[in-house]
């Protein structure tokens, strides 16, 4: 029944991104970040939705007679460079076979990512696109959270099978990403029933991280929300969510949680972080090894035995910085690095430029918000291996919307040289 649904559902709405891209992005964006095909049980569960939804979205965005216009900006222009280097990289891979499928699955991405930049042109669909981000991992943070709840927190919190964030860690790193985006969509909406719900998805969302049990994601947790209260403009009413999550973490998590969480510093005698920093010596050894590192998964049991110092000890990265370092040697790194500050960059900037305009509130709070995720994930993901992860590039689109969407309304409002077109202020 539920394949049928999930069928049913996504080519019912396939025509409308054939009519306009701008509907096949938000149906691309939803089943890539919620997966719902994986809560199937018989042929949805492995069929290529997302690469039909990708084929009739450019074809939609060919023969629409909508204006096509890629926004130059120069996060932009590093995350290019990065894929063309990538793409160098995988030639040499240590793993080719796994490397060129992984290829494809990044290209991928990228190539929804520009469709993104393209088919979106106005604010309204800037906050339906927010809105499906965060509904897409909301619905496993209102999940998570009741299970936490129910529990006790006695059991972890996973996500859909076959997924970027099938494991308790990835799904924990989502749910504190999107954080700062529902807290955006909850003070965008005037119905009050609405707006409760999105306050309320928020602190289920992280109870649900918690019930993760990841100590990556904690970190990274605490980072976003000292963003906020030191730069936001609701240092109170991030204070005071604080203040309500803080008694039911306490009340429902139990003692094996709290012993978790306090031994981040004690690596020594932890067998996983002493996994992870074999991993990371390890993606260094072949960074010195190749000028072009190992390639796209090259992360494997057979590469361990040559460049691990303890061959027989194989983890994953454990860390989107080393495992960029390893797959695409230091130059891969710099540019990987390069990305994010200036993608971080042009969120500051625009919401610098836009805070004490009235009419751009709204731009300035949801690049703020930008700005908190984008840094809950760079600390968050230094201890998980999501360097190309959907959610993260969905979120690094919205700061270039953003400075598309206000250069093309009415009136002068200069970006920094984080972006290389002017913003003009948005009049709706």
């Not at 394949?3 to 009519?19: S, Y």
């Not at 796209?296 to 194989?314: E, G, H, S, W, Y």
């Amino acid at each position: 029944m539920r394949d049928i649904v999930v069928f049913c559902l996504i080519f019912g709405l396939l025509p409308f991104a054939l009519k306009k891209p701008f509907y096949g992005v938000l149906l691309f964006v939803w089943v890539s970040l919620m997966n719902p095909h994986r809560l199937t049980y018989g042929p949805a569960y492995t069929f290529p939705f997302d690469s039909v939804i990708v084929i009739v979205t450019l074809i939609g965005l060919v023969i629409s007679k909508d204006r096509k216009h890629v926004p130059v900006t120069s996060n932009l222009v590093a995350l290019m460079l990065f894929l063309i280097w990538a793409t160098i990289t995988t030639f040499f891979a240590l793993e080719p076979d796994l490397a060129w499928k992984e290829w494809v699955l990044v290209m991928k991405t990228a190539i929804l990512f520009l469709v993104i930049l393209v088919s979106v042109d106005t604010k309204k669909e800037i906050q339906l696109l927010t809105a499906v981000i965060c509904l897409s991992i909301g619905f496993y943070g209102l999940k998570g959270g009741l299970f936490t709840i129910l529990t006790g927190g006695n059991s972890h919190v996973f996500g859909p099978e076959g997924s970027y964030i099938q494991d308790n860690n990835g799904l924990a790193l989502a749910l504190i990403t999107i954080t700062p985006l529902l807290w955006y969509m909850q003070a965008t909406v005037q119905i009050k029933f609405i707006r409760y719900c999105f306050i309320g998805l928020g602190i289920l969302t992280l109870v649900g991280a918690a019930g993760s049990y990841s100590r990556g994601a904690l970190i990274g947790a605490i980072a976003m929300f000292a963003y906020l209260v030191l730069k936001g403009k609701n240092k109170f009413q991030f204070l005071l969510i604080l203040l309500i999550l803080t008694p039911i973490i306490f009340s429902v998590m139990p003692q094996q949680w709290f012993d978790r969480m306090t031994s981040i510093g004690e690596y020594q005698q932890d067998s996983s972080a002493l996994g992870r920093i074999n991993a990371w010596q390890f993606a260094m050894n072949v960074a010195s090894h190749s000028f072009t590192g190992g390639g796209f998964k090259c992360f494997t049991v057979k590469q361990f035995l040559i460049f691990a110092p303890d061959p027989r000890n194989f983890h994953v990265a454990h860390s989107i910085y080393f495992q960029v370092l390893g797959e695409h040697g230091y130059a891969g790194l710099i540019l990987f690095l390069l990305f994010i500050f200036l993608s971080w960059k042009l969120a500051h900037d625009i919401s610098k430029q836009c805070k004490n305009r009235t009419d751009l509130g709204w731009a300035a709070n949801l690049a703020i918000a930008c700005q908190s995720s984008i840094i809950g994930f760079a600390v968050g993901g230094a201890f998980l291996s999501l360097a190309y992860y959907d959610l993260f590039y969905d979120i690094i689109a919205l700061p270039i919307l953003l400075n598309k969407v206000l250069a093309l309304s009415e009136g002068p409002l200069k970006v920094s040289s984080a972006a290389v077109m002017n913003i003009k202020p948005d009049n709706g």
